[in-house]
Nanobody, 114 residues
């Protein structure tokens, strides 16, 4: 059974940094992709970044240059390093796993505010 655990959200001041992590279990193959989406109040869910097990990373247009995603295949974990955070980065961040289907984490709140 596939299970996803997210961690690392919280409150941060503008210009600050946060690191999110997402770990999946129950994956029996090496071919998968994991990443992060976010959804602000009243907005659609959008891609932040996704990392394939082959090492390719795709970023959403709104975060390029400020956010770095990297994966650890051995740990089935993807990390999201967010720097120079802005109030508009405030959202619920969801981990997404593509592995024989789509799986979502429960979401972790990121609030950027002074």
């Amino acid at each position: 059974q596939v299970h996803i655990v997210e961690s690392g959200g919280g409150l941060v001041q503008p210009g600050g940094s946060l690191r999110l992590s997402c770990t999946a279990s129950g994956i029996s193959e090496s071919a998968y992709s994991m990443g992060w989406y976010r959804q602000a109040p009243g907005a659609q869910r959008e891609l932040v970044a996704t990392v394939t097990s082959s090492g390719r990373t795709i970023y959403g247009d709104s975060v390029k240059g400020r956010i770095t995603a990297d994966g650890d295949n051995a740990k089935k974990t993807v990390y999201l390093q967010m720097n120079s955070l802005k109030p508009e980065d405030t959202a619920v961040y969801y981990c997404h796993l593509s592995y024989r289907g789509n799986y979502w984490g429960q979401g972790t709140q990121v609030t950027v505010s002074s």
